[in-house]
């Protein structure tokens, strides 16, 4: 897997200036080499994530508890023997290298981040990262002073695992629940894990069976699957058989081991995850290579058909106007004479002022273009795309198109297109390494 992560990190410093010429941002912009595997927790207020949190490490208490909200932002929990908390822009500093494509959610955020250094067995083998509580606020204008829906994105994008709290008494999904399942975590379904936390409060299976019910209707109405993640019964404390209302907790408990033995183990996830993330950024950047340089060379072709006309247009105008000037002087164009010199002037002005107008004439026609090709992307896609739907793999590569269409469309209608020279052969080379990229997880697996 070194080996691996090695090519992967390598790969990423390669494709940077690739990527920057084209606007595109890599999700994961680097790759700690033998880096410890991270999970999020996300969940509803009150849910019991931080007291989840605080038994899977054992005691002292690492998060703060209550019932009541207790923290407003994100606490990346990560191994060290010697213990301190870091706030603020410096926190990022302490985390892994992956952690850095953070920095681009602004100061707003990273007020909002903490890192805590604790000497647990446990974050020897995982990183952990906690989340505030989602909640409806009363007024609807009401938000948080940083773009949460972008921070969890980057987060899921980041983690290896995803475990997403419910708890008995709010088993609904919360406005920023719906955003978060619906946007934030498309395309990471293959990360989740749904807990229905609290399963010690149950007073009867009446009770449980009517909160599970709810769970899977509202999960349904926000996840894009036709079929539900597995949904973990759990809760926090020591083990045991009989919940405070007397229902028998006996297949609760296998839950939640089955649960701790999926937090516990999450190496293989790691893999899958850094693999993913390297191929859909390295993919997602010859997509976009792909249309930009379609029409680029569009815009390219116009420009060129224009300047070949213009520059005609420009010479036969300046040449009549010569001769039309010089027979109405009378003046010979081909013996130097002030009224031959002034028939070459009088050429030479109509000539620029064709080449002025030929020139305005381009830029307009290209503008027009431009806004037309903006708004035609998926045209360009589907062309670029032919030979895939050809074979049938054009449903995951629209899927994956639908990630960075309106961003690829406002670059095509605004951003300088200076494109690399030899763009479509660096393009090959990206599209080699990317197709190769299993082969080199499988030989790598195998060596390890």
């Known amino acids: 897997m070194e080996r691996f992560e090695k090519q992967l990190s390598k790969a990423y410093k390669r494709f940077a200036p690739l990527a920057q010429s084209y606007y595109y941002t890599f999700s994961r912009p680097s790759v700690t080499v033998g880096g410890t595997p991270t999970v999020i927790f996300l969940g509803n207020h009150s849910s ?17 508890t209550g019932v009541a909200p207790t923290d407003d932002g994100f606490t990346v929990i990560i191994y060290g023997e010697n213990e301190e908390d870091i706030v603020g822009p410096a926190a990022v500093a302490r985390l892994p290298e992956e952690f850095r494509a953070m920095e681009p959610l602004g100061p707003s955020f990273l007020q909002h ?6 000497n647990r067995e446990m974050l020897k083998r995982v990183n952990i990262v906690d989340s505030p509580g989602m909640i409806d606020s009363a007024a609807a204008e009401s938000q948080r002073d940083y773009d949460f829906n972008e921070t969890v994105r980057r987060l899921a994008q980041l983690c290896d695992m995803v475990f997403f709290l419910f708890d008995p008494e709010k088993p609904g999904t919360t406005g920023e629940t719906v955003n978060v399942f619906s946007t934030c975590l498309r395309g990471a379904e293959f990360k989740l894990r749904v807990l229905l936390n609290k399963c010690d409060a149950f007073t009867s299976l009446y009770d449980f069976a009517r909160a599970y019910g709810t769970l899977c209707w509202n999960l349904s109405r926000v996840l894009r699957t036709k079929d539900l993640p597995k949904i973990f019964t759990t809760y926090s404390g020591e083990e045991r058989n009989t919940a405070q209302g007397g229902m028998d907790l ?8 089955e649960f701790l033995d999926t937090f516990s183990n999450p190496s293989d996830r790691r893999a899958d995850n850094v693999f993913a993330a390297a191929y859909a950024d390295f993919a997602g950047l010859s997509m976009r290579m792909r249309v930009v340089n379609n029409a680029a060379r569009k815009m390219r072709k116009l420009t060129m058909r224009h300047l070949l006309v213009g520059s005609a247009t420009a010479v036969l105008s300046g040449c009549l106007t010569a001769l039309v000037t010089a ?3 009378d003046a010979n164009l081909f013996e130097f004479s002030a009224r031959g010199l002034l028939a070459w002037i009088a050429g030479g002005t109509v000539a620029a002022l064709a080449c002025l107008a030929s020139s305005v004439w381009s830029r307009i026609s290209v503008r027009k273009l431009r806004a037309s090709l903006a708004q035609k992307v998926d045209d360009i896609f589907t062309e670029e795309h032919r030979n895939q739907t050809a074979i049938g793999t054009f449903d995951d590569l629209r899927q994956r198109w639908g990630g960075i269409r309106t961003e690829t469309a406002d670059i095509i209608d605004h951003a300088p297109l200076s494109l690399p020279i030899f763009a479509e052969r660096k393009r090959a080379a990206l599209d080699r390494f990317t197709s190769g990229l299993l082969d080199a997880l499988t030989k790598s697996s195998r060596q390890a």
């Open 327 to 329: 027979f109405t002087m």
């Open 48 to 64: 019991g994530k931080s007291s989840l949190v605080n038994w899977i490490l054992g005691a002292p208490p690492v998060q703060d």
């Open 113 to 118: 981040l903490k890192v805590k250094v604790r």
């Open 250 to 257: 006996t297949d609760f408990n296998r839950h939640r081991k």
